[in-house]
């Protein structure tokens, strides 16, 4: 089974930056595609980044493209969201997802969509004051 845990989030003011990360555990399989989401309160949830662990491509949203940066590192099974240049906006519950699940033979098909991933941490929080 799957375990996701993030860790990293925390209060910051505008302009600040964290990093977050996304621990997983009880893999059993060598590709998976990753994601981080975002949920502020009364809001829908959002796609934030998401990456194909195999390889390394990367897709942002357009809200924090050029601010945030996904990285990976293999060898701790830790995915890492670095979010630089941060906004009220930003201030959200964020979520990792993972899945390693192929849909007609194309890995990493969940993007964006988060009813597309199959395993979820129990978040961590972001807060970012003016």
């Known amino acids: 089974q799957v375990q996701l845990v993030e860790s990293g989030g925390g209060s910051v003011q505008a302009g600040g930056s964290l990093r977050l990360s996304c621990a997983a555990s009880?893999?059993?399989?060598?590709?998976?595609?990753m994601g981080w989401f975002r949920q502020a309160p009364g809001k829908e949830r959002e796609g934030v980044a998401h990456?194909?662990?195999?390889?390394?491509?990367?897709t942002y949203a357009d809200s924090v493209k050029g601010r945030f940066t996904l990285s990976q590192d293999n060898a701790k099974n830790t995915l890492y969201l670095q979010m630089n240049s941060l906004t009220p906006e930003d201030t959200a519950m964020y979520y990792c997802a993972a899945d390693f699940r192929r849909y007609g033979g194309v890995y990493c098909f969940q993007g964006l969509v988060g009813d597309r991933y199959l395993y979820w941490g129990q978040g961590t929080q972001v807060t970012v004051s003016s």
């Open positions: 009880g893999y059993s399989y060598s590709r998976y595609c």
């Open positions: 990456i194909d662990t195999d390889g390394g491509n990367t």
